[in-house]
């Protein structure tokens, strides 16, 4: 049922990723900017989020508002994630109204107006958003916690921003920051659906090829330095649950420690995705469920493991149940993950993990909106060839490269730990 | 309108396409095939939900659903984990208020373990008590962070003001002091009264060829002796909101306050039930939020959210608009959420608008329909609503038939912004 595929980059730089997919009458097209709180620096952090918000609010051709009344009418579907190292913007739409999809990225790669009165009503919505998380425990936690594991790094603030910088930030800061980085050369177009890959290579030149060439802004965040020991890190709030969070540094994307430490994850805490779209899998036979929750110190616990640019975290979440406590929780944890430092894990475990992701990949190809996702996906922090061999390489991995990649990796030196502890007010 | 000439009404599920049998103890079946998919989807309820609990063992039906799998008479919670997550499938269960429904996913090839594993959890659970009392708690550390968010609790306050007295007030996770209660009798005792083949249905959509899935489902399923269809219970009346009904929880420490407003809808067997769809899609829906994401959102910078919603199941769901906002914006934004009301219950729609959202509704409809999920959802809607087989191929012509007048009509039938009920929850103090 999927047809031809072409990968291509027109004369300005834009790079262009195309998969027929003939099972519905759909179109997804997906515009990915290698640009995310990566890219921003103290005092207007938050920038990229806000741009992503920007982007729906109008050019000379769409303005403000119609946008989304266009999309709706024609049934269509469309959203914007983003994420520490990508921005992406995605339609899916009905195979006969598609068109409208990619006028619009190719419009508001370059034409977004950025006008004074909507950056000012989007700063109370940003902020109302950052309130809305700062609600959650664990996004106060996470927060915290990602300051203290990064010290110069800019995967040190959340992709929401700081509040005082979002009171500041100007419009000239947003647009500056969209012109630097909104550049064909800086972007990923990715189409999959019900098309011919002829005429819609056509259409992409049409619409995207005038966009003028630009450099692509290079940017090198700080490196962050290697880690003297554990960091601790404490949040206190309302409540009566508390949670605690264990994060690794974990290796970049390109490093060969990460798909082993993705296997370790799976052993652990439960079927790794390393941040894909889509499908999920239970995780009750996982060691640390076994331990922590079997065990009745927990209610959940889950692992978090994601491709990055820069290494970045492996985090284990555990919220922790009433009548047990976090020193118990962590003791728990700790105990299992001294098995992985001392022993082997089983084939058969190794086996599992690598079962478990390839029907994880399956689920998550299935419909035209992800295989769209998966052509610019990896292309944001390594190449499609990751994506390409991301099978293979995890068949590849054995209990003695597991072991080794968790004797440098999840050692208490390596990590930060996070507690939040409930002040028992309602 | 010829935006709508481009949709294949034919590659729309209908009779042609769906196989529906009902097996002689009163499971009904029901299939559709994708061989486009590597995957296969199964999805269904059975009429077992939390109005059959009692007062004081509210969140019962939840326990039950929860603990299906925790243990049968032929293998333990592990054994039944491993076996599903071993080959990265998985099933679920969930109550609600009239029934309980479940949703599992696997690799084509591995559809008959998955029935296979249905069957047994359904039938021969074991409610170890072991696993319920560890289940106990983690349905208690689930009631405490309920406790401590701001949309759950608004929710909840203003469940309890527009269903005051009705079985709809409870929440179906119950509340600390009932669940605190049960112990593994009570999931046993309650499978044992509610839990029956009649009117069961379970819909196989995906990778598989349907007359297949049939016999897969009928060789499992079909000794499963009936003792009755399982009795759907009468829900009791409510009296239509008078006044403004207003509710605030505080919560300390929080920065943004969450706003639930609205009033009982329409069941979805009501005659009415699309056009006031249609109507909630103008009002908080269409593009980015409707009118009030407009108005709230994009005009004031209100809010990050800002959207109604109208659920239409068995009874009268509510028809509610949901907003969070800066706690000092409170006020402001149900002023413009109640004006918005106004207007939708006081003027019709313009041509343009009501085409707009008419074409929406019917141009989703691929999307919507695309992923083995959606179409087995979408299956299950209309074998539990009774909207026949041949619903989806009827529905654009069903939405296409709505007027403006009719949009005004059901609207000013239930949107009254002047009688219904407005609850918050955050750290701003309670209203005068």
């Known amino acids: 049922m999927s047809g031809a595929m072409l990968r291509t980059k027109l004369r300005n730089g834009l790079e262009v990723r195309l998969k027929e997919i003939h099972t519905a009458p759909l179109i997804s097209t997906w515009v990915w900017y290698r640009v995310g709180s990566r890219n921003e620096r103290p005092g207007t952090t938050g920038l990229s989020h806000w741009v992503e918000h920007m982007q729906f609010k109008g050019t000379p051709t769409y303005p403000a508002g119609t946008l989304d009344r266009a999309i709706s009418r024609d049934g269509g579907f469309w959203n914007a994630f983003t994420w520490v190292d990508w921005t992406a913007y995605f339609e899916t739409m009905p195979q006969d109204r598609a068109d409208l999809g990619l006028e619009i990225e190719a419009d508001r790669m370059a034409n977004s107006l950025f006008e004074a009165k909507e950056v000012e009503s989007e700063r109370t919505v940003i902020i109302s958003e950052r309130q809305g ?15 203290a594991a990064f010290r110069i790094h800019p995967y040190h603030h959340a992709v929401l921003g700081d509040k005082p910088d979002l009171e500041s930030i100007t419009r000239d800061d947003l647009y500056n920051h969209y012109r630097t980085y909104y550049v064909p050369s800086n972007a990923v177009l990715a189409v999959a659906g019900n098309f011919k890959v002829g005429p819609m290579l056509e259409r992409i030149r049409e619409l995207f090829g005038p966009i003028p060439k630009a450099a692509r802004p290079v940017y090198k965040p700080r490196p962050e330095p290697a880690q003297p020991g554990e960091r601790w890190v404490e949040v206190e709030g309302p409540g009566e649950t508390a949670y605690l969070e264990l994060a690794y540094r974990a290796p970049s994307a390109e490093e060969g420690d990460l798909i082993p430490l993705a296997v370790l994850d799976s052993a652990l805490s439960g079927a790794s995705n390393l941040g894909f779209f889509g499908g999920d899998i239970s995780n009750k036979t996982s060691r640390l469920y076994r331990r922590l929750v079997e065990g009745e110190l927990a209610a959940s616990v889950s692992g978090n493991l994601t491709a990055s640019i820069d290494p970045y975290l492996y985090s284990i979440s555990v919220t922790v149940r009433p009548d047990s406590t976090v020193e118990a929780a962590l003791a728990a944890c700790d105990e299992e993950i001294s098995k992985l430092l001392n022993d082997q894990v089983r084939e058969e475990e190794v086996a599992k993990a690598i079962k478990q992701a390839r029907a994880l990949f399956a689920f998550s190809s299935e419909s035209i909106t992800n295989q769209a996702f998966w052509l610019g996906y990896s292309e944001m922090f390594s190449g499609q060839e990751w994506f390409e061999t991301y099978l293979d390489r995890l068949a590849q991995v054995t209990p003695e490269s597991m072991l080794e990649v968790a004797r440098k990796r999840l050692v208490p030196s390596n990590r930060t730990v996070g507690v939040y502890r409930p002040n028992g007010r309602v | ?212 899935a049939e016999a897969s489902v009928a060789q499992r399923f079909a000794d499963w002796k009936s003792n009755g269809r399982a009795v759907q219970l009468e829900l009791p009346g409510i009296d239509k909101l008078k006044g403004l009904h207003r509710d605030h929880v505080t919560l300390e420490g929080k920065s943004q306050t969450d706003v639930v407003m609205g009033v009982p809808g329409p069941p979805r067997s009501d005659p009415d039930f699309l056009a006031a769809a249609l109507a909630n899609n103008i009002l908080g829906r269409f593009g980015m939020y409707g009118r009030i994401g407009d108005v709230v959102r994009e005009e004031a910078g209100l809010a990050y959210y800002a959207y109604s919603s109208l659920v239409g199941g068995h009874g009268p769901g509510p028809w509610q608009i949901v907003a969070g906002v800066d706690p000092k914006n409170l006020d402001r934004a149900i002023e413009l959420i109640r004006k918005e009301m106004r207007k939708m219950s006081t003027r019709s729609p313009s041509q343009t608008e009501l085409e707009d959202n008419q074409a929406n509704f019917i141009g989703r409809l691929p999307l919507q329909l695309e992923s083995n999920e959606g179409v087995a959802g979408a299956i299950v809607n209309a074998e539990r609503h009774a909207l026949g087989l041949d619903y989806y191929q009827r529905y654009p012509g069903l939405v296409r038939s709505f007027t403006s007048k009719d949009i005004l009509r059901v609207a000013k039938r239930f949107l009254d912004p002047d009688n219904m009920a407005i609850a918050s929850a955050g750290s701003n103090g309670r209203p005068a």
Not at chain 2, 104 to 119: P, Q, Y
Not at chain 2, 184 to 202: E, K, L, S, T
């Open chain 2, 1 to 212: 309108m010829d935006e709508f000439k481009q949709l294949d009404l034919r590659s729309l599920p209908g009779p042609e396409t769906i196989r529906r049998q009902v097996l002689p103890n009163g499971i009904v079946f029901l299939g559709r095939e994708n061989f486009s998919s590597p995957s296969v989807v199964i999805s269904g309820y059975l009429w077992a939900g939390a109005l059959q609990e009692k007062p004081d063992r509210a969140g019962l039906a939840a326990m039950t659903a929860a603990s299906l799998m925790r243990g049968t008479q032929e293998r333990t919670f592990e054994q039944i984990y491993e076996s599903i997550e071993s080959i990265g499938a998985r099933l679920s269960f969930s109550a609600g208020k009239h029934s309980t429904s479940f949703s599992g996913k696997a690799l084509a090839e591995d559809l008959g373990m998955l029935l296979d594993l249905l069957l047994e959890v359904v039938r021969q659970p074991t409610f170890p008590k072991k696993q319920v009392d560890r289940l106990r708690a983690e349905m208690l550390t689930s009631l405490a962070i309920r406790d401590q968010e701001t949309g759950a609790r608004a929710d909840l306050a203003f469940n309890g003001l527009i269903y005051r007295g009705h079985p709809y007030s409870v929440p179906t996770d119950g509340y600390k002091e009932t669940v605190t209660n049960l112990t593994a009798a009570d999931p046993r005792a309650f499978h044992r009264a509610h839990y029956r083949p009649g009117g069961m249905v379970i819909c196989v959509v995906g990778g598989v060829k349907v007359k297949e």
């Open chain 1, 133 to 147: 998380a700062e609600n959650d425990p664990s996004f106060r936690l996470s927060e915290e916690l990602h300051a």
